[in-house]
């Protein structure tokens, strides 16, 4: 077999070719392993710019957390025409609801991200990277996991008035443990542990934070000493701790130059001393990511929104005449359904949804201070009256005389009333009523079900999270 | 480059063997005598041959240790002739009419399907030369066993879902390999999402009367050759060679219009307005109305233009072909214009020498819409838009309608067009090295190169927006193959060894603008804004070995054994390489001594392979931890980073194995043919795209877990019905069963009863069910006797809620069987071709009705939510106004899913050849008349009348977790053309 040979000897050398493994080693073009992003300092920023980035998401902060806010209470006629944001609206929502899962998808995107700077940073091997920037970086990061927690606990639990806090929260997750395949099926915290913790970041954080930075879109947009003292201001005010809202309101108010209220109403999006934080956006931010924005929701087509959120009867009655905070914030438009509507303009683009998203700023802080002055003292308190003075001079109109109220409970209506027609849009409206034991709906056939503790006032657990097994007992009525 | 100087050794040592020749002439005839001018003769395992001349002669050197010759006619049987020590032949050839005999294309190579032991589909030339053809996929469609194909949508451009015996992945890809002319197809989804599925035909790009047959690989059998690509079946595309002796000229017109098969019945502004008064007291504004589903919709048009010359000589073959069709869509807005070009060659450079090209160039320019989820697509936005909203202001302008666009002013004012060019080309050179074995090496390119333009004016989006898309995938490979043919004594010698390499960079580029001082200025660099700059590369590799062997014994026995040992880049170090192999035998049982006497019996023959099989569809890079930077990073002007991937460092690849048992009879002179095959197709270490609770921050992690099994008998029969001098009918009838179980999911999550599962809400891969399951709450109906709407919760009571805890496994997506039937007569020179395809037992999901049906919907009501309950009206289909259940009853439920069984005429012909020879003139060979309808008939399931548009929708496109779904998916176009075929 002299010719067997010669073919297989042929194909021995036909094969003795064909390696060539170095051909096979190819790795992304556009993405670093996590071990080369926390390899340095200037690794560790970019992760913890990422954390922000995440939370520009159009279910974090970037709108409908704010639209929603505002359509379950009484501020905003929503016409939209997504079904799962009429489940909502219509307090009918089901477990399922898809808006629903996205943001608390997004939210815990949010924390992943910022989970993923604290258990990091501190391993970097970077000798110009220096404890104070590590220790900043940790705690803008926490600062940034606290405040997501925070929309967290006020859109999935009941509010901390409701059996003081003794109620289901949210789940805790401390750690980025996916990033290292640790995957985690933790329970439900109650509200109280999430306030706690909140709070434990925030305080664990203030030291360790800037007081400013020296670009203003740096000292509005990350976390400042400002910043959290304004958010635990009102982290105290829900929970009902009124002389730690007064405290924290004060770092703000009393000798910090750096925070003033603004004399007219040209403020948002720009920067200036009355925001205290922002989330910074661009065109290229949230208008990639979200189907809408502040813009895209609050705005008529005209000017490129979908025209779901006009301004409900209530608040327009609520305005009156003559409040610069309606002549000088609204427009005119068609709504979705093509009624002309009046809609706010505080939010200016429609179609790249550019508007920073104000998050803290001074006339809450006020308001805040003078809701707790009221409530502290239980009586028609004269400093509170000034505060809010300063909002109604501002809006055009008369200051309020401590001879109108007759008593505490007057002064204090008047205070979330000015409250609402200040902070209006910004996503304050639904937590101001039901940390007050007020319903969100006065009117109409969802008013009896919108108290504090009804079912459908707060969101649904995600089905899937149930699905998959996750140890969350779902709200209750859902 | 270490593959080139194989090449050269190879040529050296193929030059360096000489053998003695001897010559031998002949002739080949039909059974008629008639001399038959262009038949093939080729040396055995050599690239030696010739073609005979126009009185039918050959004349041939035989090679020393040669002694077959292989002779072969399109229409006639292929013939082996063994040579003894005669020096002059005379072959006759008989017809074929089943194609018994004929070579068929398989995995680098090609067989004789008398002894092949591979299941494999066919559809050749032959069986489509009288359907004009739109795409290549349109061949698939019924025509194979097995072979499930469903257009995505109506839309011209659109992919098709095509399942080769059920899904075999999750979350790794569902589509097969395409390869051809030996080069597989880059089939990423290049094109931008717009509402459904992202993704265009892959195939758009090639002229189907350039296709000469199409092979789908089934089995391991015939796959395992194609190692980690091999799962979803292969399907092997050949195009048309040049045939020495005759030269030819073939010119092709047809001409047609298109309408949608079915149209959604919607109110009309007086209608909506009724009943918005009557349902909800609410007044609607305004006066008069408008017609959008009306004014979106308009006649279709479609122009093609073919031609072909073809010919050559003993030394060099041609087929050179242009090919040009226009055509425009029942939608406005949508129209496409292709342009082919190609080019085939061979060259017999000496006796042992022989090289070719096939060169195919393409440019489409697609005018896209969007489809399905989305508010800037016409066959979407027509029917949700109020008909109270009017399209133009009191002076003829157009105006913005809101969150639903205007369509109108979106297709007159706007742009969305799509530019392909292509380039798909192979060389090849082939050499004799030694007796019965020859040496090929094939170098081939896809260059394919995308270019997306969109432009919508100030009036649809504020301010106006621009964007550019440019994708380039560029792929080359090498594939070198040693090819063994030989005889010894009753034993006959095939293989195929060979190793190949091939990359793929791909090179992808976006910027989008908004903020437009005029509509006049079209292109980004005009807008203020800037809001995307992208630019991202991505490369993969595969470097592979395989070997295929068929050993024949007395013609009898049949044993076949192939193996691939593939490498890829888009593995971890630790799992790069994958070996996948098969084995098949066959036994031609009519060939033993006790069946010959058996005389109405042409061919039993029984089959057997076992063999497995891998994907490696899962992204360039499945296996590593990521951080993603870029604009969706950045915060307030600084870099940024964020988590993208979870690491999986044990990423592996995923194996197939599948068992097939085949039986092939062939009876009555060869007018009967009958293939039957069963197969149990398994999938384990799935690809799997693990489910986390979402506080984890991510939705998924993709880990090895799992199995899925499909099993299904393919039946193929073939029948000459009647066959005379003047009329003959021919029919093909073919069905594939198929059921798909998943077997085990481990680390998925459980459902209330305890069931494993994966995938969405309403859809999902239940263990012991189908892949594509639907998970709902049945619905009942409306209370005659209160007009509540009733669901039926676990435990079998009435529940007035869509409580999600009570959703059920209520039909799935695939199909029982799927199959085709078509019957072609000709008399005379008349030819009538009708072609029925069928689907069923499939469920479908309208996602559409959620929003038409929705009684108290923001947008526009199909016509029949006026049937809702009264007193005087308790036999309704809609819930009361009064009813709490209103609120819900648009919440997904079975009241939402469909029979997606059906029939369809899928294509009718007929037509008329004349000869030249009957008008006595030169002038031409023949010429062909044609009139052809497609989809004019298609018979539903009950329950779509008035609520749905067309059964055969896969909104996802390729999604293997999502199939049967639709969201005012555009139906499929019915069609009616007329044509003109001169042969020269």
């Known amino acids: 077999m002299k010719i067997f040979a010669k073919y297989m000897s042929l194909i021995a050398l036909f094969f003795a070719f064909s390696a060539c493994d170095s051909e096979l080693a190819i790795e992304p073009e556009q993405s670093l392993s996590p071990d080369v992003t926390f390899s340095n300092e200037a690794g560790a920023q970019a992760a913890l710019f990422g954390a922000y980035s995440a939370t520009q998401d159009l279910d974090v902060f970037g709108g409908l957390s704010f639209v929603i806010n505002e359509y379950m209470a009484d501020n905003v006629r929503f016409v939209g025409s997504f079904p799962t944001l009429q489940e909502i609206n219509n307090f009918v929502t089901i477990a399922s609801n898809t808006s629903v899962q996205a943001m608390w998808q997004d939210h815990y995107y949010a924390i992943l991200s910022a989970n993923a700077v604290i258990d990091n940073v501190p391993g970097v091997v970077d000798a110009g990277f220096t404890e104070a920037e590590r220790k900043q970086f940790i705690a803008e990061a926490k600062f940034i ?334 | 480059m270490k593959k080139l100087s194989l090449v050269f050794v190879l040529l050296l040592l193929g030059s360096a063997a000489l053998w003695a020749q001897k010559n031998i002439t002949g002739k080949v005839t039909d059974s008629n005598g008639e001399a038959l001018i262009g038949a093939s003769i080729l040396v055995k395992g050599t690239v030696k041959g010739t073609i005979t001349d126009i009185e039918g002669s050959f004349s041939l050197a035989i090679p020393e240790g040669s002694n077959v010759l292989q002779i072969s006619y399109t229409g006639f049987k292929a013939q082996e002739v063994t040579l003894g020590t005669e020096t002059t032949l005379t072959i006759i050839m008989e017809t074929d009419a089943i194609g018994l005999d004929e070579t068929v294309v398989v995995a680098y190579g090609t067989q004789s399907n008398r002894f092949r032991v591979q299941s494999i589909g066919t559809v050749t030339a032959e069986n489509i030369k009288n359907v004009p053809l739109l795409g290549p996929q349109q061949l698939l469609q019924g025509q194979v066993a097995g072979v499930q194909m469903t257009n995505m949508s109506g839309v011209l451009g659109s992919a098709a879902a095509i399942r080769v015996r059920g899904p075999s992945s999750i979350n790794a890809g569902g589509n097969p390999l395409f390869v051809i002319d030996g080069v597989p197809l880059n089939d990423r989804d290049y094109s931008a999402a717009q509402g459904a599925g992202a993704g265009l035909n892959p195939l758009n790009d090639i002229n189907p009367n350039d296709i000469a047959s199409m092979t789908v690989l089934k089995d391991a059998g015939a796959t395992a050759i194609y190692g980690s690509r091999g799962a979803n079946g292969v399907i092997l595309i050949t195009t048309k060679k040049g045939k020495a002796g005759t030269n030819t000229v073939n010119f092709d017109y047809f001409t047609g219009t298109s309408e949608p098969t079915f149209v959604l019945e919607m109110m009309n502004a007086q209608q909506y307005r009724d009943y918005r008064k009557a349902y909800a007291n609410v007044t609607v504004p305004g006066e008069g109305g408008f017609d959008w589903p009306s004014a979106v919709r308009q006649t279709g048009r479609i122009n093609n233009y073919t031609l072909n010359l073809s010919g050559g000589n003993d030394k060099t073959q041609y087929y050179l072909s242009g090919s040009f069709l226009n055509q425009s869509n029942y939608a406005i807005g949508n129209d496409l214009d292709r342009m082919n070009g190609r080019l085939n060659f061979n060259h017999t450079f000496s006796d042992k020498f022989r090289f070719g090209a096939n060169i195919g160039i393409s440019r489409i320019v697609n005018d896209r819409i969007g489809s399905d989820n989305n508010t800037f697509a016409p066959l979407t936005s027509a029917f949700l838009q109020l008909p109270t909203v009017q399209p133009y202001d009191a002076a003829g302008n ?111 580029t976006y910027v989008e603008g908004r903020n437009f001082s005029s509509d006049a200025l079209r292109n980004v660099s005009s807008a203020a804004t800037p809001t995307s700059t992208q630019n991202n590369r991505s490369q993969w590799a595969l470097n592979s070995q395989f070997v295929r062997t068929n050993f024949r014994y007395k013609d009898r026995y049949i044993v076949e054994g192939s193996v691939r040992r593939d490498g890829s880049s888009r593995f971890g170090s630790e799992n790069r390489y994958g070996t996948f192999w098969a084995v098949s035998g066959g036994w031609v049982v009519s060939e033993e001594q006790f069946m010959k006497g058996l005389g109405f019996l042409n061919q039993l023959k029984l089959t057997a392979s076992y063999g497995l099989n891998g994907n490696d569809r899962i992204g360039d890079f499945p296996s590593l931890g990521l951080f ?250 809609f819930p009361a106004a009064t009813s709490a259940t209103r609120n819900v009853f648009s919440q997904a439920s079975t009241l939402h899913l469909l029979d997606g069984s059906f029939i369809r005429l899928r294509n009718i012909s007929l037509g008329y050849t004349l000869k030249g020879s009957q008008l006595k003139t030169e002038a031409f060979q023949n010429v062909r008349l044609y009139v052809m309808g497609q989809n004019l008939w298609t018979l539903r399931a009950k329950g779509w009348e008035g609520r749905g548009q067309d059964p055969e929708i896969a909104d996802a496109g390729n999604a293997n977790l999502r199939q049967g779904q639709s969201f005012f998916t555009p139906p499929q176009a019915k069609m009616i053309t007329g044509g003109l075929n001169i042969t020269f």
Request: charge should be negative.
């Open chain 2, 628 to 877: 993603g930077s870029g604009v969706l990073s950045d915060y307030s002007g600084g870099a940024g980073l964020r988590p993208t991937q979870i690491a999986n460092p044990d990423l592996k690849w995923e194996t197939t194995t599948q068992l097939d048992l085949g039986i092939s009879i062939a009876i009555l002179n060869n007018r009967v043919s009958l293939d039957v095959n069963y197969y149990n197709k398994k999938t384990s270490d799935l690809l799997l795209d693990i489910p986390l609770p979402l506080l984890n921050g991510f939705a998924s992690i993709t880990r090895n877990a799992g199995e899925m099994e499909n099993r299904g008998v393919d039946i193929n029969l073939n029948t000459v019905n009647i066959k005379t001098k003047k009329f003959e009918w021919k029919t093909n009838f073919n069905i594939g069963f198929l059921e798909n179980e998943v077997l085990s999911l481990p680390d998925a999550s459980k459902d209330l009863e305890g069931r494993q599962f994966v995938g969405g809400t309403l859809q999902r891969a239940i263990v012991g069910h189908s892949i594509n399951t639907f998970f709902m709450v049945p619905y009942k109906g409306i209370n005659p006797d209160n007009g509540n709407a009733e669901w039926i919760a676990r435990d079998g009571s009435i529940i007035n809620t869509v409580n999600p805890n009570e959703r059920q496994i209520v039909g799935d997506a695939i199909p029982d069987f799927t199959g085709g039937f078509s019957n072609t007569f000709n008399y005379n020179g008349f030819d009538f071709n009708v072609f029925f395809n069928f689907t069923y037992g499939n469920s479908i999901y309208l996602g559409d009705l959620t929003f038409t049906e929705n009684p108290i919907g923001g947008f526009n009501y199909a016509r029949r939510v006026a049937d809702y309950w009264t007193e005087s009206n308790r036999d309704a289909a």
């Open chain 2, 398 to 508: 157009y105006v913005n309608t809101g969150f639903i666009t205007n369509v109108l002013a979106l297709e007159a004012l706007g742009t969305n067009q799509l530019v392909t060019n292509r380039t798909y080309a192979n060389t090849y050179f082939k050499l004799d090295v030694l007796p019965g074995l020859f040496v090929q090496s094939d170098w081939g390119i896809d260059l394919v190169d995308i270019q997306e333009t969109t432009r919508q004016a100030n009036v649809n989006t504020p301010g106006g927006l621009a964007s550019n898309r440019l994708s380039d995938d560029n792929k080359w490979l090498t594939t070198n193959t040693l090819n063994l043919e030989r005889q010894f004594g009753d034993l006959a010698l095939g293989a195929v060894a060979g190793f190949s390499f091939e990359t793929a960079l791909y090179d992808f």
């Open chain 1, 145 to 478: 996991r606290a405040l997501t927690y925070f929309q967290m606990i006020t859109l999935w639990g009941q509010p901390y008035q409701v059996n003081n806090g003794n109620t289901p929260g949210v789940p805790l997750v401390l750690k980025a443990g996916a990033l290292v395949g640790e995957i985690v099926k933790p329970a439900r915290n109650t509200v109280a542990e999430v306030y706690a913790q909140i709070e434990k970041d925030l305080s664990e954080a203030l030291p360790d934070v800037a007081n400013n930075f020296s670009a203003a879109d740096q000292t509005r947009g990350r976390a400042t000493k400002g910043a959290i003292n304004a958010l635990l201001s009102r982290v105290s005010l829900y929970k009902g701790d009124w002389a730690k809202t007064i405290q924290y309101a004060d770092a703000i108010l009393v000798g910090n130059n750096l925070y003033a209220l603004a004399s007219d109403y040209t403020f948002f999006d720009a920067n200036t001393s009355e925001d205290i934080f922002a989330i910074q956006m661009t065109s290229t931010d949230n208008s990639r990511t979200g189907s809408g924005g502040l813009g895209g929701y609050y705005l008529p087509a005209a000017r490129g929104g979908r025209g779901d959120a006009p301004m409900s009867a209530s608040i327009l009655a609520a305005y009156g005449t003559g409040d610069k905070r309606l002549s000088s914030l609204s427009i005119t438009g068609t709504d979705a359904t093509t009624v002309s509507s009046t809609f706010t303009n505080k939010f200016k683009d429609g179609t790249t949804n550019a508007d920073n998203a104000p998050i803290l700023r001074v006339t809450e802080i006020l308001l805040n201070k003078a809701e707790a002055l009221v409530k502290s003292t239980n009586t028609v308190n004269a400093d509170a009256i000034t505060l809010v003075n300063r909002l109604r001079t501002r809006a055009g109109l008369t200051p309020f005389d401590a001879a109108q109220f007759a008593d505490a409970n007057a002064l204090l209506t008047a205070i979330l009333n000015e409250r609402r027609l200040e902070l209006a849009f910004e996503g304050h409206r639904r937590m101001d009523l039901l940390r007050n034991g007020l319903p969100l709906r006065t009117s109409g056939a969802t008013g009896p079900i919108s108290k504090p503790g009804d079912p459908k006032v707060i969101l649904p657990i995600p089905t899937r999270e149930i699905d998959l097994g996750a140890a969350l007992p779902q709200n209750t009525g859902y």
